[in-house]
């Protein structure tokens, strides 16, 4: 019996709902005594371009129930609830087809497994490369990928290109796609760890992944899709395993192994997982039980002297969809195209407790006194004007301190929002316009806060020890508001956007947005405590 990597993998039959695309560009042809479906690199482009255009805007009906279903447990926190409305309502509002539901449109990953049966003439990676362009390029998207012009200088390629393509030999007369968009968020939460078969025993196990969950943060957005994958002939395969599971690509494997190495989920253990990550505290990223929607654990085979795991998440912007070529057509996975019937009838106050409002036109002294004393948790809402810079922006405020240079006047003014923005379409103050994660920005915190600068922050996810002393040590407030909610921001809440420094660095620019109604919550006080803190603490209880 064969044991490669095709018997590794043993899916079930895929019930995927597709929806024919068209009929056009495909057909059969007979050589040399057999049938062959043969397909013009045309419609590689095509259904790329449907494909990326589709997972910009659209979600997965499961995915949207599972929001749904935050809404009506009883058991949900009101934070909880709070942030899955505010993903429902970004959902229905990236549906429209003009803002994407994140701002981080991600890098377009394509896996496809191309029949022995099927020929198309030219390159199809260049083909199917050619329709992500072009959806980059035609719609309000954001261009991530940076080409190295040498070991330290980058430049932003332009194009979203390029793109990563992978392309399988099959059996067969069908080609098959698996299209994603991964941001960069979710993608930096992917981990490999090398282990060995002493953590191959419930309590060991159970100590590492309780560990490892919580330290997964709230950086990447969740609810997550969290995959883990424990073994693997190879560290490559362990990872691109847990990007496939995390896709709900491998949901019909079998459920049990066999002595032919083949790949199985354990169905107890992703009970056990999610149960774990209920308990953490972490909640759908300010509190509660909805840290994940759902757990998949994969096992592999492995090399004797090697244990493999990994670890990683689909976030809060789920994108990914099926397609297939085959006799009948062009056909692509069926998305939720109304996701607004997934919204109930809630009346915001009912998400409340106590909603403390923030003028942020104010100088920057009153503003922290409007904050100073306020518990970590608390939520705000926020009006008034906002500072945008990222990594550039910041390394470039390092290089003038280190030239003795004063830093320009208003990164002492207003609060410092941790964003760079996709397009604007025509007729909106901004295109999506989400936060960036803060963990990128610690090493700057003190010797910014020291000089009077950046004493407020706004962004996603947990903070270092750094950034709590520094805030402690100089009066500072680091806000978080929600991962995943882009799209909504962008049309609600943000209401003028101005480049005022580094215009040449596009996205990474430092922008001035007036904002109104804008969802955050304090994170950090001025007195260095941190809502995180408490989650580390049920870490530490869960492992014991």
Known sequence: MSHSAASIFQLGKDTTPYKLLTKDGVQEETWNGRKMLVVKPEVLTMLSKKAFTEISHFLRESHLKMLRSILDDSEASNNDKFVALELLRNAAIAAGGTL???????????????????????????????????????????????????????????????????????????????????????????????????????????????????????????????????????????????????????????????????????????????????????????????????????????????????????????????????????????????????????????????????????????????????????????????????????????????????LPEYTKQHPIYYAGPAKTPTGYASGSFGPTTAGRMDSYADLLMSRGASLITLAKGNRGKNVREACGRWGGFYLGTIGGAAARLAQDSIKKVEVIDFPDLGMEAVFRIEIEDFPAFVIINDQGEDFFASVAESRVALTK
């Not at 996975?333 to 109930?344: C, G, I, K, M, N």
């Not at 809630?346 to 106590?354: I, Y």
């Open 100 to 406: 994407p539901m994140c701002q981080d449109t991600g890098t377009a990953i394509v896996v496809a497994h191309k029949g022995d049966r099927v020929w198309t003439d030219g390159d199809d990676a260049e083909a199917i490369a050619e329709g992500a362009k072009k959806t980059y390029a035609e719609c309000n998207l954001r261009y991530s990928q940076m080409a190295p012009l040498s070991l330290y200088q980058e430049a932003n390629t332009g194009s979203n290109l390029p793109a990563q393509i992978e392309i399988y030999s099959e059996h067969g007369d069908a080609y098959e796609f698996l299209f994603i968009a991964k941001g960069g968020g979710s993608a930096n939460k992917s981990f490999l760890l090398q282990e060995t078969k002493s953590v191959l025993n419930p309590d060991s196990l159970r100590k590492l992944l309780t560990d490892k969950i919580a330290g997964l943060g709230t950086s990447a957005c969740p609810p997550y899709h969290l995959a883990i994958v424990i073994g693997g002939l190879s560290a490559e395969m362990t990872l691109k395993t847990v990007k496939l599971a995390s896709c709900h690509y491998l949901d019909n494997l079998p459920t049990e192994g066999d002595k032919t190495g083949r790949a199985f989920r354990d169905l107890n253990l992703e009970a056990e997982v999610l149960e774990i990550s209920r308990n953490i505290g972490i909640g759908a990223q300010f509190g509660g039980k909805y840290f994940c929607h759902d757990v998949r654990v994969i096992r592999l085979p492995r090399h004797g002297a090697s244990l493999p795991i990994g670890i990683g998440v689909s976030c809060s912007a789920d994108r990914q969809i099926m397609a297939r070529i085959d006799a009948g057509g062009v056909w692509l996975e069926e998305l939720e195209h109304d996701p607004a019937r997934f919204l109930p009838e809630v009346e915001e106050k009912q998400l409340e407790t106590a909603v403390i409002k923030v003028d942020l036109t104010r100088p920057m002294q009153e503003i922290r006194a409007a904050l100073s004393g306020r518990p970590v948790g608390t939520r705000l809402m926020l009006t008034g004007t906002l500072l945008v810079a990222r990594d550039i922006a910041h390394a470039k405020w390092k290089e003038m301190i280190e030239k003795g240079e004063e």
